[in-house]
């Protein structure tokens, strides 16, 4: 199996900036597709960001010029540096994983617990 802990979360002002880490652990040999996804009480999940294992980035319209993504293949780590964060950034964000090789076989679709941002005005 795969597990995921993400980290770095918090309260911050707007226009500051929060670093979001998730680490994924298990048999892992290679992992496609990194990202993280968004969520606020009463709406779906979004995409926020993703990353392929080649370094090939995806970003929503709302983020692009402010959150950075990246990733670190030797510790199955993937990043969210956010910059300028807004109120309307706040929400839980998640940390996913899309197909995963392992000693056993490929894994698809692995989801972190989430982390708080709050953007204060």
């Known amino acids: 199996q795969v597990q995921l802990v993400e980290s770095g979360g918090g309260l911050v002002q707007a226009a500051g900036s929060l670093r979001l880490s998730c680490a994924a652990s298990g048999s892992i040999l290679s992992i496609n597709v990194m990202g993280w996804y968004r969520q606020v009480p009463g709406k779906q999940r979004e995409l926020v960001s993703s990353?392929?294992?080649?370094?090939?980035?995806n970003y929503a319209d709302s983020v692009k010029g402010r959150f950075t993504i990246s990733r670190d293949n030797a510790k199955n780590t993937v990043y969210l540096q956010m910059n300028s964060l807004k109120p309307e950034d706040t929400a839980v964000y998640y940390c996913n994983v899309d197909r995963v090789l392992t000693t056993t076989g490929w894994l698809s679709n692995y989801w972190g617990q989430g982390t708080q941002v709050t953007v204060s005005s």
């Open positions: 990353i392929t294992r080649g370094g090939s980035t």
